[in-house]
């Protein structure tokens, strides 16, 4: 079934220049980059996108990196897409990525792992809102 996820490629892999490699593996996988936009993330974006792990160590930690540098939030659409980009993306801890995925070529550590994906279609339509309008989306 066609559907949508959410995505970010995060500071650590702007910061190296990893936009284009990472939207390279995303693509290879068969995922349509429908939206895109590089952004600077704002303290309250960062904290209400990770609201759920706001009683996590490392919240603090985790907002601070992630409006440290600019991100792109991305939209991407094929089949399976939100169970399909948690495979590209491979494990959170790179550590335990399986080879081939992103965090395995690119993530630097578990917090420092170069791209966010939705865990849930529900989640991906709350997070997708909260970065993009349906005019934003071009399928
Ligand atoms: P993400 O998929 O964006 O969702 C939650 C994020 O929390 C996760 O990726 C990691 O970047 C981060 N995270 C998870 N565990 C840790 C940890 N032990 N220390 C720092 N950050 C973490």
Redesign the pocket.
Known sequence: MTERTFS?I?PDATRRNLTGKINAVIEDAGLRIVAQRRIRMTEGQARKF?E??AA???YG??VE??TSEPVVVQVLEGANAVAKYREV?GA??PADAAPGTIRKLYAE?????S???S?SQENAALEIAQFFTEADIVG
């Open positions: 970010i995060k990770y759920v792990h996590r160590p490392f930690e985790l990196f992630m993306m959170t801890n550590s578990v917090g420092e792992n791209v966010h994906g865990d």
